[in-house]
Nanobody, 121 residues
Framework: QVQLVESGGGLVQAGTSLRLSCAAS????????MGWFRQAPGKEREFVAAIGWSGSSTYYADSVRGRFTVSRDNAKNTVALQMKSLKPEDTAVYYCAADRTFGKKKDYAYWGQGTQVTVSS
C-alpha cells in the first residue's frame, strides 16, 4: 500500500511558476514509477508527466513539455512537479500517482487526493 499526499497548489497569475510536491509512504519508494495528472472542471483526468524509478527517464504531455519538469528524491520519498510559464488552461486539480510499471499511461495503482492549481489571466 502506498499513500500519497500532494502539496504546493494555489492561486497564481499567468506567466508565473509553481512547484508541486508529493510525499509517498512507500516502504521502497524507488520500486515505484511516479506520475502527475490533472483534471479540469468538466474534463477527464489527463496525463501530465511521469518519471521512472531512478529518475533518469521522464515523459511529458505535449501541452506541458518545455514548461513543466518532473523530478524525484528517492532518499526523501518525494516527487515534484516544477511548473513554469503557467497558463490559465493549466488550471486543474493536480494528482500524484504511483505504480510499479513506468510509462505514459493512466492506470496507476495508487493516487493522492489532489491539490488545486488556479492560474488567473
Amino acid at each position: 500500500q502506498v499513500q500519497l499526499v500532494e502539496s504546493g497548489g494555489g492561486l497564481v497569475q499567468a506567466g508565473t511558476s509553481l512547484r508541486l510536491s508529493c510525499a509517498a509512504s512507500a516502504r521502497t519508494f524507488s520500486d515505484y514509477a511516479m506520475g502527475w495528472f490533472r483534471q479540469a472542471p468538466g474534463k477527464e483526468r489527463e496525463f501530465v508527466a511521469a518519471i521512472g524509478w531512478s529518475g533518469s527517464s521522464t515523459y511529458y504531455a505535449d501541452s506541458v513539455r518545455g514548461r513543466f519538469t518532473v523530478s524525484r528524491d528517492n532518499a526523501k520519498n518525494t516527487v515534484a512537479l516544477q511548473m513554469k510559464s503557467l497558463k490559465p488552461e493549466d488550471t486543474a486539480v493536480y494528482y500524484c500517482a504511483a505504480d510499479r510499471t513506468f510509462g505514459k499511461k493512466k492506470d496507476y495503482a495508487y493516487w493522492g487526493q489532489g491539490t488545486q492549481v488556479t492560474v488567473s489571466s
